[in-house]
């Protein structure tokens, strides 16, 4: 499960304007990327099970092995979930900004990452089956990043179907406590 995307530009906006394009190259044709590094990463394991019925208490726990070639110590690189839109037209999250992904410090590593699905799920946007990818950015501005490299695919397939209001009540994992300020990630276990 390792896919190595060559490095483009991604322009994503804080706020409402959190699209990145169709998966898997998020990139702006004729537009290279300002960064030298390339990313490869692995989801080592995800939970609950791919076959398991998503709801909006469902919390994603994926650890990922990761490797950044051009690795930069003065660049600024996340680890972030990105989910695709309803009826396939891009991808999202709601996280309040980058940086509100896991910090990435170090070239090489394992990560944790505990992802709570409520905010994507009362979104209306997230697409049914749910499916969703693993990114590492490289900041490039205040509010644009470069994705440097994405996991595969993951898709839930028994997610319920899109209705008019957020849909709730279904449950794979029990509601849990984040252990972040923000309550959507935990913090990195960066081991080289």
Known sequence: MIRKVAAGVVLLCVGACRSTGAPPTYSLAGRPSP?????????????????????????????????????????????????????????????????????????????????????????????????????????????????IGISDEFVYSRSPPPSGKPLGGATAVPAQTMASAIGRLTPPTNTP
Request: charge should be negative.
């Open 35 to 147: 960064s030298k590094a390339e990313a490869t990463l692995e989801v080592a394991s995800l939970t609950p099970p791919l076959d398991t019925l998503l709801g909006r208490t469902s919390v994603l726990v994926a650890e990922i092995r990761f490797e950044i070639r051009g690795y930069d110590d003065e660049a600024r690189y996340y680890l972030v979930p990105l989910f695709e839109k309803r009826g396939g037209q891009g991808t999202f999250n709601q996280l309040p900004g980058f940086e509100s992904g896991v910090r990435i410090t170090a070239p090489t590593g394992n990560l944790r990452l505990e992802y709570a699905i409520h905010a994507e799920w009362d979104s209306q946007r997230l697409n049914h089956p749910v499916r969703v990818f693993f990114a590492i950015l490289e900041m490039t501005g205040l509010h644009h990043a470069s994705s």
